[in-house]
């Protein structure tokens, strides 16, 4: 048996937490000196607590999964006879995945020949997501663990995401983008377009002229390299925008992408204190993303 784990960074939502049988590590958000669990079911908090609260500028931070967290989840089912195949958010973004790796070399001592897999997803939010959703597919349809390794790892740079921000502010504050002083600031109503590069690190590649017009670049992008788009999910995952906007990029995405289905999501509180109130991404398996933020 396998149990297939992500972490907060991979925002699920709870139905398709449910629909695929996946857990995840928690991590935790900052705010105060108060450490809250990162909930994808967001039972402490609502989205729109959450990043007003970063609207009215107060300060939320994050941790990496802790290790007793990891401790928790990995016994629990190394308990119940799985292995285990945990993807995690990019290292480039978070020590998670090492930090399981270390965990698990404790812990698999105590389980005879029992396994666990820590993968860097060279992801985060719903790329990541979409890793864990593909290693259940591939479990369901009969791959044996060391198949499922070698697909999703295959895969990790077939993830395309088209992200976009007001400002850059928050993942600078934060140290979790790559970009040139060009991207920082409004610049006159320019608004920057970040990928997960190659390597798993933000990085702004595009700008845009105000929102409108950056909502149709991350559709016309997500076009560009989309692959196979009849047989796929496109997700949107946001941070707490407004119903109006997000079924406008519905209405972009159906028009420019033939796809199976939309999938909307929210950004959770991980990657949401990081990016922001109001970000907003498309996401969907495609060409292999090659550019990499320290080359250029």
Not at 82 to 98: E, L
Request: hydrophobic letters at 40%.
């Amino acid at each position: 048996m396998i149990k297939i784990i992500v972490d907060s960074c991979a925002d699920l939502s709870q139905e398709l937490l449910e629909k695929y049988d996946i857990d995840y590590a928690r991590m935790n958000t900052v705010k105060d000196g108060n450490q809250t669990e990162a909930s994808l079911s967001w039972e402490f908090y609502s989205p729109k607590q959450l990043y007003d609260t970063i609207r009215n500028g107060e300060k939320v931070t994050t941790t990496q999964v802790p290790v007793e967290e990891f401790m928790r989840v990995f016994k629990l089912y190394l308990d119940q006879g799985y292995d285990i195949i945990y993807v995690g958010c990019s290292t480039k973004q978070s020590g998670s995945v090492n930090v399981g790796y270390m965990v698990a070399k404790q812990l698999l001592p105590e389980y005879e020949g029992r396994r666990i897999e820590c993968i860097d997803s060279l992801n985060a939010s719903i790329g990541e997501g979409m890793l864990g959703i593909l290693a259940t597919e591939l479990m369901w349809a009969g791959k044996d663990f060391d198949e499922i390794v070698s697909i999703v790892k295959e895969s990790r740079n077939k993830v395309n995401e088209f992200v976009t921000v007001h400002s850059l502010e928050y993942l600078k504050r934060a140290g979790r983008v790559k970009a040139s002083k060009a991207f920082f600031g409004n610049l006159m109503g320019v608004k920057p377009v970040l990928i997960s590069d190659a390597n798993g690190e933000q990085t702004a590649v595009k700008k845009a002229r105000g929102r409108m017009g950056s909502l149709q670049l991350i559709v016309d992008s997500l076009a560009e390299v989309i692959e196979d788009a009849g047989e796929q999910t496109v997700y949107i995952a946001h941070a707490d925008c407004g119903q109006e906007e997000i079924e406008q990029l519905k209405v972009a995405i159906k028009e420019k992408i033939a796809c199976k289905n939309i999938e909307v999501v929210y950004i959770g509180p991980i990657v949401g204190a990081s990016v922001g109130p109001d970000a907003i991404g498309v996401f969907a398996f495609g060409k292999e993303v090659t550019y990499k933020a320290s080359e250029n």
